[in-house]
């Protein structure tokens, strides 16, 4: 699933929001009182925020080596 095909009210969740409504969805999943058909879009949601919970952590992990790579550039001594 690319980033392009996950909704923007998705996008502009931060990482708790998504995870809890992902426990939402779950919730209402479990629920046997639900229809196929919202069952399906509901289990979709859920497949699209967990792609940005994903995409937020690798945004994060690359910010981190980023700085990691920054301050050990900066600690090595420098040669004239």
């Not at 699933?1 to 479990?30: F, G, H, R, T, Y």
């Given at each position: 699933m690319k980033s392009k095909s996950i909704p923007a009210d998705i996008k502009s969740k931060s990482i708790k929001?998504?995870?809890s409504e992902i426990k939402d969805i779950i919730a209402n999943l479990e629920d046997n009182n639900t229809n196929l058909?919202?069952?399906m879009d509901k289990y979709?949601?859920?497949m699209n925020l967990n792609e940005h919970i994903r995409n937020q952590f690798k945004r994060q992990l690359k910010e981190?080596?980023?700085s990691?790579?920054?301050i050990k550039k900066n600690l090595q001594p420098k040669t004239k």
């Amino acid at each position: 699933m690319k980033s392009k095909s996950i909704p923007a009210d998705i996008k502009s969740k931060s990482i708790k929001e998504a995870q809890s409504e992902i426990k939402d969805i779950i919730a209402n999943l479990e629920d046997n009182n639900t229809n196929l058909e919202e069952s399906m879009d509901k289990y979709n949601r859920m497949m699209n925020l967990n792609e940005h919970i994903r995409n937020q952590f690798k945004r994060q992990l690359k910010e981190i080596r980023n700085s990691n790579l920054k301050i050990k550039k900066n600690l090595q001594p420098k040669t004239k």
